[in-house]
């Protein structure tokens, strides 16, 4: 039995190992992910100046039951907060994509069985980009000058069901930096 668990352990490594390039954070029957991406949805790592750069967050009920995903998910006054990094000084907060989230109040999400919720917001807010709803206020924000840039957050989730106690899964980090040449 010891050596069936030794496998096991062995071969979950090698699996998390092998994923860590994707950047999807399993936690529990819940996956999330956080991505940089442009305006047409490709995940991007370098952008050119006047270029909108847009934070994905997506959530993913990997279970084949639909779950209730309570709120608050993260700390919606750091949530996508952007740093722009500095080898010589200290990082400086530029600010976050959003005024204001959450205006209408919300419980929390629900999620179909293997199905995903994905929150999208723009840096600079431009007309032909659709925003996620629930982020209810833009920041009136200018596109990035040259130069290396950092997002990142905490993620915890509470799985709600109708009957039975809540499950608490351990609070992950999400995390992306990028350029801007």
Known sequence: MKTFALYTSFVSVLFLSA???????????????????????????????GQNVIFRFEVKNTTSEAVFLKNPLFDAQQFLELYQLSSSTSNVLLGKPYNHIFCDYRGGFN?????????????VEVANYSNSAIFCSHAANSYLQPGRYKSSFAAAFTILKPTGPETVLPAQSFSQEFDVR
């Open 19 to 49: 994923c860590k390039d994707k950047e999807v954070t399993p936690i529990g029957p819940i996956e999330g992910r956080f991505d940089i991406v442009n305006e047409q949805g490709k995940v991007m790592t370098s952008f050119a100046k």
């Open 111 to 123: 999620i179909p069985a293997r199905s995903t919720i994905t929150l999208n917001i723009s840096w």
